[in-house]
């Protein structure tokens, strides 16, 4: 090959990377973000041989673009590593287990709902009930819950416990 037309092919893939990396930047704040934090994990019995999670989280939308709840899903990972996907509580049925069950302490969060939205640049507290058809002492031996949310358009966030 001649040297001028390697110098130009050379330049004109330096010009295509900078545009290329001008327009991702510039669409960052379109892309949808979740920054997720779960805050609080109680383990209810609600008979001998069921039981329920009542998941705290702290959810930052960074971008400009509205998340809209389609499904939440609560996980169990067994100590065995082992997954085990929770049956997700309505609203109606956490305000009841608040009311009939003083183990389950005091409700801190509304709990998140399919088509509840999250505005842009908006930080909510949340909450989700999950009931699992096994003994609360399976919960308690639990490797971590995650929490997964999934976004009307499709997006996946997912939180995980950091056990000690």
């Given at each position: 090959m001649n040297k001028p037309l390697v110098i130009a092919l050379a330049m004109g893939a330096v010009v295509m990377g900078m545009l290329v990396s001008v327009f991702y930047k510039g669409s960052e704040d379109y892309r949808l973000t979740l920054e997720a934090e779960l805050r609080k994990i109680r383990v209810v019995e609600t008979s001998p041989a069921s039981s329920i999670a009542l998941v705290d989280f702290r959810l930052q939308n960074r971008s400009n673009v509205q998340f809209v709840l389609r499904e939440a899903k609560v996980v169990l990972v067994k100590a065995d590593g082992s997954e085990l996907d929770g049956d997700t509580q309505p609203r109606d049925t956490v305000n009841r287990i608040f009311e009939y069950l003083?183990?389950?302490?005091?409700?801190?969060n509304e709990v998140?709902?399919?088509?509840?939205?999250?505005?842009?640049?908006a930080l909510i507290d949340r909450m989700a009930g999950s009931s699992f058809s096994i003994p609360v002492a399976e919960l308690e031996a639990r490797k971590h819950f995650r929490v997964e949310l999934i976004d009307l358009d499709g997006g996946k966030f997912v939180m995980?416990?950091?056990r000690k």
């Open positions: 003083p183990a389950a302490g005091g409700k801190i998140l709902i399919p088509s509840d939205k999250i505005g842009p640049k995980t416990e950091k």
